[in-house]
């Protein structure tokens, strides 16, 4: 096999001379490489916008629980009647019922107003109140 080597190498002409300080070649350059960089994008900043102090809210109104059944007595001096829970209260115009106060007296209607004056309701008869 070695001869086989050695006849090789003399055929085609290439042989080495083991004594002989020869340069390696100089290497090729290298094709220069283009790196193309992006400049990082930021995202868009965060806006946070400060709450805007909430508004002071009127204190919700109570809820009437009474039902208007009606009207008596004379147009002069009118009384209304009230009931819940099978319990009947009488009121005329200007007394209180719970937190309300009972401002007007009509036909078929009476008009209640929250202690605050914050809400005004009006009552038919036989109805759940309504607020305005």
């Known amino acids: 096999m070695i001869t086989l080597a050695a006849v090789l190498l003399l ?6 001379n083991l ?11 290298a094709p220069a490489r283009v790196v193309r960089t992006q ?3 930021a995202p ?22 009474w039902r208007y059944i009606g009207r008596f007595g004379t147009d002069a001096d009118p009384i209304a009647a009230f009931t819940r829970d ?11 019922l719970g937190e309300f106060t009972l401002r ?9 107003v929250a202690a605050a ?3 005004t309701i009006q009552l038919h008869d036989q109805e759940r109140p309504l607020p305005h």
């Open 19 to 29: 004594f002989a300080y020869v340069d390696p070649p100089a290497p090729s350059p």
């Open 86 to 96: 099978r319990e009947v209260r009488t009121l005329r115009r200007g007394e209180r």
């Open 44 to 65: 868009p900043p965060v806006v946070i916008a400060a709450a805007a102090p909430a508004a002071a809210q009127p204190p919700a109104a109570p809820r009437f629980e």
């Open 117 to 119: 004056g914050a809400q």
């Open 11 to 16: 055929a085609t002409g290439a042989h080495r």
């Open 39 to 41: 400049m990082p994008i």
């Open 104 to 112: 007007a007296i009509g036909i078929e209607s009476v008009e209640m």
